[in-house]
């Protein structure tokens, strides 16, 4: 079902865990198989320079997550927010069809992130602890 890749990526993930006092953070879950994930970000001068996750999901979310997570780690926040999940997809050589979506939490869990940590700078509260379900 999954490619070598998918399964190197699941079987030994990077970027697990979780940044302590994080400039960003996001959570997303699917409202169809329940599945959430959670990214936190250090960013310095609108780069992003750490990223983790966390991830209550399948192989392809553990998958997507860790390599969404590497991608990003140097980027500017405005160069994140286009790493879409096809690219995320695309960098894994393709996941199975009924598996793309689970690799749609990475990208909107970054774009959560991302607006958590412009919502901060802006002094605006965000509600870190609400699941948007996509
Ligand atoms: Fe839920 Fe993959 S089955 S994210």
Do not use: W
């Amino acid at each position: 079902m999954y490619n070598q890749k998918v399964l190197d990526a699941f079987a030994n993930p990077q970027n697990v865990g979780e940044i302590e006092n994080p400039d960003g953070e996001g959570t997303v879950g699917n409202a169809t198989c329940g599945d959430i994930m959670k990214i936190t970000l250090r960013i310095e001068n609108d780069v992003i320079v750490d990223a983790k996750f966390q991830t209550f999901g399948c192989a392809a979310a553990i998958a997507t997550s860790s390599t969404a997570t590497q991608m990003i780690i140097g980027m500017t926040v405005e160069d994140a927010l286009k790493v879409t999940n096809a690219k995320v997809v695309e960098a894994l050589e393709g996941l199975p069809p009924q598996k793309i979506h689970c690799s749609v939490l990475a990208e909107e869990a970054i774009k959560k992130a991302i607006e958590d940590y412009r919502a901060k700078k802006q002094n605006i509260k965000t509600d870190k602890s609400k699941i948007e379900y996509v």
